[in-house]
């Protein structure tokens, strides 16, 4: 069960990872956030209420955080840059540098933000 729990914490990083864009659409930000948030309450009552391991009930915070990291440092770098950030994953081009470094904060803060809770 620790194993699920974990693996949903990290809902926002598989977004991030395989599909970004669900992340700069307005639809599918708030359907992601409302999860998130969901994920929040349930982990709160577990927590107030010692429910489950606090590891497993720890990283069901950290989806909420992470997406609220991913907010303001895309607003950042669209008030900056006037546009999106492209996904560089699973590209090499060297052209997108700045996007690049966007992408590897967010991913850099997202996993060490969990393995903090951890």
């Given at each position: ?55 497993a ?29 492209v ?32």
């Amino acid at each position: 069960m620790d194993v699920i729990f974990i693996l949903i914490g990290l809902n926002v990083t598989f977004v991030f990872l395989f599909d970004k864009s669900k992340l700069d659409n307005k639809f599918w930000f708030y359907r992601i956030l409302l999860v998130n948030v969901l994920l929040f309450l349930m982990a709160s009552i577990c927590w107030l209420n010692n429910i489950g391991d606090n590891t497993a009930v720890y990283s069901l915070f950290v989806p909420l955080i992470a997406q609220f990291i991913y907010y303001i440092l895309s607003k950042i770098f669209h008030l900056m840059y006037e546009r999106n950030s492209v996904d560089t994953f699973w590209t090499m081009d060297k052209s997108l540098f700045i996007d690049g470094w966007f992408n590897f904060i967010f991913y850099l803060m997202s996993i060490l933000l969990f393995l903090l809770v951890l």
